[in-house]
């Protein structure tokens, strides 16, 4: 039979491998197409979270501008400027009320924020746990024992100068808690959930020791500590924010160093690992980055609550899991945190400066019940 015989709607096809190569190009066509919606709206979101980034660095020099304006004596905001730009020809009173009182508080302030917020979420990356943080952990409470044993009993390091007695102990306890966290935690093969109840029972621990401190204490004493304990940026000096901002120096680009692989450690260990990474290694690292960082922001400025706990959450719902915003976010984010609870607490009561860890802590329970709640109900 001859091909002019056939019926024009056989269905018959004179040249299939054309055919097929015609739809293997489609689908080449629609891949190539798929790919480069998928790389604009990657493109998208990235810029989007940048965006969201100079947003907050904007929002926390506005902060800081109205805290270093905020005080029972009040600054107009040129002469706010004026004196932070021209010194030499400023108001001899305004220059020592701005440069040696307030601008060391405000800037302590940030740099605290930025540490406790950094620290928090690294600690809730490696451990997998959203109510991870130094102050859920123990750390914060290890460091107001060693400050207890400097006020109440004059124990010190030796060789420390007499400044620094209070935040040498504190960070060395700090420091230690840790370290024996993490060293408890691989010597008994801890899961993440036993490492958490290990932090809590070291917070219990350490508040005893403290409130033992306290009863043996004498009313002077008892009187320091109690006002350490609040948590104050009252004692913030250019010493101090120059040893926090080296540490926040070297501790951030190590962060952002191991961000791939801190984030494909949020897909769990065993898928991690089998991208290549030591998990034991990234999480030993991180640990010490952590124990230092918060260490340093509490041995100076006393328990600060929450901020650590708080900030990475809303930096996680801003700019989700990817670390290489997650961790610079959760800084700025806690650094805003804290600069806004210390105008705070120079305004809600008109010449009373109220300690920044009780602003901390009456705005950060509420939030840290939904987290709980939120948690609870993810889980059930």
């Known amino acids: 039979m001859s091909d002019a015989r056939l019926p024009a709607g056989s269905g018959w096809r004179a040249h299939p491998e054309a055919d097929a190569d015609a739809d293997a190009e489609a689908r ?11 790389l604009r709206a990657y493109t998208r979101l990235t810029r989007r979270r940048a965006l969201l980034l ?15 304006s905020s005080g029972p004596s009040g600054l107009p905001l040129a002469t706010l400027l004026r004196t932070l730009f021209e010194r030499a020809s400023a108001d001899p009173a305004n220059a020592v009320i701005v440069w040696q009182i ?16 950094l620290s928090g979420a690294e600690m809730q990356t490696i ?10 952990l123990g750390v914060s409470a290890a460091a107001a024992f060693g400050a207890s044993l400097a006020i109440v009993l004059d124990l010190a390091i030796p060789g420390v100068a007499q400044t620094w007695i209070v935040s040498a102990n504190a960070f060395v306890f700090a420091f230690a808690s840790a370290l024996v966290l993490d060293l408890v935690a691989r010597w008994r093969g801890m899961s993440t959930a036993g490492v958490v109840l290990m932090g809590i029972a070291l917070v219990f621990s350490f508040h005893a020791l403290v409130e033992l401190m306290q009863f043996i204490a004498s009313a002077d004493a008892l009187q320091g500590l109690v006002f350490w304990t609040l948590g104050s940026l009252a004692r913030a000096d250019w010493p101090k924010i120059g040893v926090l901002a080296a540490a926040l120096a070297i501790a951030l680009p190590l962060s952002m160093k191991n961000a791939w692989a801190l984030t494909a450690l949020r897909l769990g260990e065993d898928r991690a ?13 991180t640990l010490l980055r952590v124990a230092v960082l918060s260490a340093l922001a509490v041995s100076f400025v006393g328990t600060i609550g929450f901020v650590g706990l708080i900030a990475p959450h809303v930096a996680r719902a801003l700019f989700g899991e990817d670390h290489r915003f997650y961790l610079p976010g959760s800084l700025l984010l806690g650094a805003l945190m804290l600069s806004m609870a210390s105008i705070a607490s120079k305004l809600l009561i008109p010449g009373v400066l ?6 901390t802590a009456l705005v950060g329970i509420p939030l840290f019940l939904g987290i709980v709640v939120r948690s609870q109900g993810g889980s059930a």
């Open 354 to 359: 109220i300690p920044v860890g009780i602003v």
């Open 54 to 68: 100079v947003a907050v660095a904007l929002l926390i020099a506005a902060s800081l501008l109205v805290d270093l």
């Open 127 to 136: 451990l997998n746990n959203p109510l991870a943080s130094p102050y859920t």
């Open 28 to 38: 080449r066509a629609a891949q190539g197409e798929e790919a480069a919606r998928q």
């Open 273 to 285: 690992a089998s991208f290549g990474i030591d998990v034991k290694r990234l999480r030993l690292g």
């Open 102 to 117: 307030r601008l060391p508080y405000a800037v302590m302030a940030l740099a605290v924020g930025a540490a406790l917020g």
